[in-house]
């Protein structure tokens, strides 16, 4: 009887945000999937142990997700970690992976659900607090009211030409400077939310406040002005 693959999103950073049925599930599972070689440096790791300590005991399944443009090694990787995950299904586990924020944005469970369910095995995915709602909290803002659009970009390779879509735009890490030089060449202003509600959380409400050094985990918000 073949296991099942649930992807489970741990939210932004604090445990207290996990939901009730992520923390359910990864209580409940015979295999706890880490996208890291090491769970200690597992940034989704440390959030799920805050709110569900009982994990320390629990079976692992450590995938490495290396950090590279190299297209060729990714897809490696995701092979890897699905033929890893697929064996445990084969033998009747339930899988929990685990991923920041949630499933759906800039994760990797994607890759690797796709390969699994083409191995015949179920997969469901479980929702969680994404950063951009846990920074918008931070910074006290509505991303958006009335019809006012939403846009969620990756990096700043693009940032001049999505610094002109109307409404508010969100920019989810990538290279700061060329970003920020972006925005100030448009006039426009910024907010950020660095390790969002985390205790390092740093919250910048102006554009010229936001350090060119900041770290990984940062969330850029621009809006429209008079939107």
């Known amino acids: ?17 996990l939901t009730r049925k992520a923390a359910r599930l990864i209580c409940a599972c015979d295999v706890l999937a880490i996208p890291h070689r090491d769970p200690e440096q597992c940034f989704a790791y440390r959030i799920a142990r805050g709110a569900v300590p009982e994990i320390c005991a629990k079976p692992k399944l450590c995938i490495d997700m290396p950090m590279t443009h190299d297209r060729a090694a ?7 970690g ?8 084969d033998a009747g586990k339930t899988v929990v992976f685990i991923t920041l924020g949630d ?14 369910e083409k191995t015949g095995h179920p997969v469901e995915w ?3 607090v994404p950063s951009f709602c846990a920074a918008a909290a931070g910074l006290k803002t509505p991303l958006c009211t009335d019809r006012e659009e939403l846009h969620l970009i990756p990096g700043s390779g693009h940032a001049g030409r999505a610094l002109a879509y109307p409404g508010t735009k969100v920019f989810m890490k990538g290279e700061l400077g060329p970003l920020l030089d972006a925005i100030e060449a448009c006039g426009e202003t910024a907010q950020a939310v660095e390790n969002c509600s985390t205790e390092n959380e740093r919250v910048y409400r102006d554009r010229q406040d936001i350090p060119r050094d900041a770290g990984y985990y940062l969330v850029t918000i621009v809006k429209e002005r008079d939107a």
Do not use: H, K, W
């Open 82 to 89: 699905a033929n890893a995950i697929a064996q445990a299904l």
């Open 74 to 80: 990714r897809e490696a990787a995701y092979e890897t």
């Open 126 to 128: 479980v929702p969680g």
């Open 103 to 116: 499933p759906s944005v800039y994760s990797t469970f994607a890759y690797l659900a796709e390969r699994v």
């Open 1 to 17: 009887m073949s296991g099942i693959l649930y992807g489970v999103g741990v939210g932004p950073g604090d445990p207290e945000l």
